[in-house]
């Protein structure tokens, strides 16, 4: 996908993220940072996560492409807030010292990404699907990314997106520890395209009092 049509994209799909607007919604559930947060320094932070700047080969691993909003709690978008996303690689291991698995690491995956929300709140990412791995000896975390998403005048969020149609989400002990409405806002929906795969995720975040 080139840079026009990621964009492009972007546009056709904003109706549909938009849609919610003035209704009122529930904040994003909050999640754990978890031990992976970034640590590493590095100078591509973009939207594309599936090719570093500077190198030719992209990540291995399925495309996917995250388009949504940041809205408030009167379903209002919410302005040059600040996305990060940060993620495991097509294998299952992060770009983190702490990160001690046997998986391989992807030199030409980006691992982590901050992007601004545009007019009408929206974002959007371009990454691969993160591998599934063993948290402990009985725990298998379902793919998932963690987003961090912050505005002035606002509450934090730090959360975690899962993958629909995902089998572990329904074993997972972090998912499953929270409502039925607050999965439902946790796990991403998929979009029809013919050519990519397309999730669409919206964050809301409430005001500070």
């Known amino acids: 996908m080139k840079r026009r049509e990621f964009l492009g994209l972007g ?32 100078a591509d932070r973009d939207f594309d996560l599936t090719q570093v700047e500077g190198r030719k080969q992209k990540a291995k691993g399925r495309t996917v492409v995250i388009y949504g909003s940041v809205l408030d709690t009167n379903g209002r978008a919410i302005d040059n807030a600040s996305v990060e996303i940060w993620q495991a690689n097509s294998a299952g291991r992060y770009r983190h010292p702490s990160d001690t698995s046997d998986a391989p690491l992807d030199e030409n995956f980006q691992g982590w990404a901050i992007v601004p929300s545009g007019k009408n709140g929206a ?4 990454t691969i699907i993160p591998g599934a791995y063993q948290a402990s000896s009985n725990w298998t975390r379902p793919p998932h990314i963690h987003f961090k998403v912050s505005k002035r005048g606002y509450q934090e969020v730090i959360t975690q997106m899962h993958f629909p149609g995902e089998p572990l989400n329904d074993e997972d002990l972090l998912l499953q520890r929270k ?12 979009v029809d395209h013919k050519e990519y795969k397309v999730l669409m995720y919206d964050i809301v975040l409430a005001r500070i009092a």
């Open 123 to 126: 974002f959007r990412f371009r």
């Open 179 to 190: 409502t039925a409405a607050e999965r439902r806002q946790m796990i991403a929906r998929e």
């Open 11 to 42: 546009a056709l799909l904003g109706l549909g993220s938009l849609a919610k607007a003035q209704e009122v919604l529930a904040p994003t559930p909050p999640e754990v940072k978890g031990p992976f947060y970034p640590v590493i320094a590095q």
